[in-house]
């Protein structure tokens, strides 16, 4: 299948918001098995049992009602955490993705297109922002919202998007590419280290609560690589 990596279109926009809410909202389920299968929260869902048996006067149904009332928490609390930073996202930078990404040159958004059936269709995306260190010196590039469709993966298609933004940013002369991932988004934390990003720390500035994040049993990642400035430069 020929792919077309080519810029961010209006025409492309309830395809690109699809793609990038299917790709984080796919979490949702695989983190709440991790979450409930963790040794501390089996110990929890048995003392919600237990404490609903006895408060209960033994009956199983209220035990059932107190265990599936912290199963439930549990649920809720993964789904906040993917679902909530997609509602963020969709209104913040993916609610006008080329006033956002198209309106300077240190910013860009990319998507990958295929022709199938004879119809375009957006197999991929990609973005990148251009950004001020803190502590002035050297621009930096900060990798958003890869998401590749689960009918094209497995195929290199998110090495080749990842690629395009390591190209641009060196072309922009940025010192390096940043950027933020969860423990749960292990095949995205996997394509990043096969692209020779490290594991720099994990950011304070969460937008969930620490209860949350304890809750859901998610780290926050903050990844970097390091670019060597291209030869013409
Ligand atoms: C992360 C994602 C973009 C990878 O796309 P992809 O097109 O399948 O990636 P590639 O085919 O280019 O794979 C490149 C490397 O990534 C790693 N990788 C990709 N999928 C993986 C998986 N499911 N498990 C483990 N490693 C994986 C492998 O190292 C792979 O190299 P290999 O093929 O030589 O083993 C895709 O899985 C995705 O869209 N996930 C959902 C959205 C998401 O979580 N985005 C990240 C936001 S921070």
């Not at 984080?24 to 404490?51: K, R, Y």
């Not at 993705?97 to 059936?117: M, T």
């Amino acid at each position: 299948m020929h792919i077309l990596i080519r810029k961010f279109q209006p025409s492309d926009h309830e395809a690109v918001r699809a793609l990038f809410r299917d790709g984080i909202q796919e979490h949702i389920i695989p983190s709440f098995t991790h979450a409930i299968s963790q040794p501390l929260h089996i110990t929890v869902t048995l003392c919600f049992f237990t404490v609903g048996y006895i408060l209960g006067g033994g009956s199983v149904v209220l035990a059932l009602l107190a265990g599936g009332l912290w199963i439930g928490l549990l649920y809720y609390c993964c789904y906040e955490f993917y679902a909530g930073y997609v509602r963020l996202k969709l209104n913040t930078d993916m609610q006008d993705i080329a006033g956002f990404y198209l309106s300077s040159p240190d910013n860009c958004f990319w998507v990958a297109e295929a022709e199938i059936n004879d119809q375009p269709q957006i197999m991929g995306i990609v973005a990148v922002e251009g950004k001020e260190p803190p502590d002035g010196g050297q621009k930096c590039g900060e990798l958003f919202r890869m998401s590749v469709s689960s009918a094209s993966r497995h195929t290199g298609l998110g090495s080749q998007l990842g690629q395009t933004v390591v190209n641009f940013c060196k072309e922009r002369g940025f010192s390096k590419i940043v950027l933020h991932t969860s423990s749960t988004q292990s095949a995205a934390v996997a394509l990043y280290y096969k692209m020779g990003f490290k594991l720099v720390q994990t950011p304070e500035e969460a937008e969930a609560p620490w209860w949350f994040l304890w809750l859901v049993r998610v780290s926050l990642l903050r990844m970097e690589k390091i670019l060597q400035p291209c030869k013409d430069m």
